[in-house]
């Protein structure tokens, strides 16, 4: 059964940077597109970056591309978005998602994470 959990949200200032983990267990197979979502408060959802992790093809959504990285470390089954000049706008709860092979911008994932909360204040 595939299992995603992610951490590494908080509160941080504008101008800050986070870097969030997706731990993930039970896959059984290599090529398991992992992305990032975001859903700002009374908003919906939206698709913030995406890996494959056969290939470390990475894609990123919106204005995003400037400012995260996404990568993985295959021997942790871990992904990682580091997110740096953090805006009041990037509040909001932060999940990540698995489905085959490819990466989506819309949310039709086939797993998700319980997702970590990022708060952008001064």
Not at 90 to 102: K, N, S
């Amino acid at each position: 059964q595939v299992q995603l959990v992610e951490s590494g949200g908080g509160l941080v200032q504008p101008g800050g940077s986070l870097r969030l983990s997706c731990a993930a267990s039970g896959f059984t197979r290599d090529d398991y597109a992992i992305g990032w979502f975001r859903q700002a408060p009374g908003k919906g959802r939206e698709a913030v970056s995406c890996i494959k992790l056969r290939e470390g093809t990475e894609y990123y959504y919106n204005d995003m591309k400037t400012r995260a990285t996404i990568s993985r470390d295959n021997a942790k089954d871990t992904v990682y978005l580091q997110i740096n000049n953090l805006k009041f706008e990037d509040t909001g709860d932060y999940y990540c998602a698995a489905r085959l092979v490819f990466c989506h911008v819309t949310d039709d994932y086939e797993y998700w994470g319980q997702g970590t909360q990022v708060t952008v204040s001064s």
